[in-house]
């Protein structure tokens, strides 16, 4: 009786995880022949053989996917930022944020296209939804603590909103700026470190 009981949940598990599998390899198959605006969610779904109701039951938007195919290289930089820190502790908070922010870079270089689906989204073109993005918050965590420690130690003044200041280098980090200075400004990632840099007096 107990087997009976619990088979339908193990199976219904795995043939979710089967689907999730399919949906996320589909993804990024056509993400790497088309790139990530060029294709629709009903592609996605026709791509991975599943329902349209089933690959939005699991993902509202292709935000939400990106995110989910982006989440372990993302943890694997915040971790990379920590064992850095664990390493680094008494270092100066603007040489913190100036490894960090050449971290970023170097990140969104090599996933530029998930991160532009993670960003810009149907609904993530509206401010509130843009900072409601997971990698949003962490990453503004980890500037407002630094832009802190830095007005604490008085390398900035005392009087600087760090919250302001942390909005501004995501604003500066986001695809949309970093793309125009990679693009169209013609800038390699270092001269864009470098301009980051002196732009915020690190």
Request: proline share 3%; charged share 30%; with cysteine.
């Amino acid at each position: 009786m107990k087997e009976t009981d619990t088979s339908p949940p193990r199976s219904e598990r795995r043939d979710a995880a089967a689907n999730r599998q399919r949906i996320l390899d589909a993804a990024l198959r056509l993400f790497e022949q088309h790139g990530v605006e060029a294709v629709s969610m009903n592609q996605i779904a026709s791509e991975a053989q599943v329902g349209p109701g089933t690959l939005y039951r699991r993902y509202k938007n292709k935000s939400e996917l990106c995110l989910d195919l982006i989440r372990d290289s993302a943890d694997l930089l915040f971790e990379e930022y920590e064992s850095y820190l664990e390493q680094h502790r008494t270092e100066p908070a603007q040489e913190q944020l100036k490894y960090f922010i050449r971290l970023f870079i170097r990140f969104r270089e090599k996933k530029s296209q998930l991160l532009i689906g993670v960003e810009d989204s149907s609904q993530t073109n509206r401010p509130k939804s843009r900072t409601s993005s997971p990698i949003y918050n962490e990453l503004n965590k980890i500037f407002v603590s630094l832009f802190d420690k830095m007005a604490a130690s008085e390398t900035l003044s005392a009087d600087s909103d760090s919250v302001f200041k942390a909005d501004m280098l995501q604003m500066v980090l986001s695809r949309d700026f970093y793309s125009i200075q990679r693009d169209v400004r013609g800038l390699s990632p270092e001269s864009i470190f470098e301009q980051i840099c002196f732009m915020f007096h690190l």
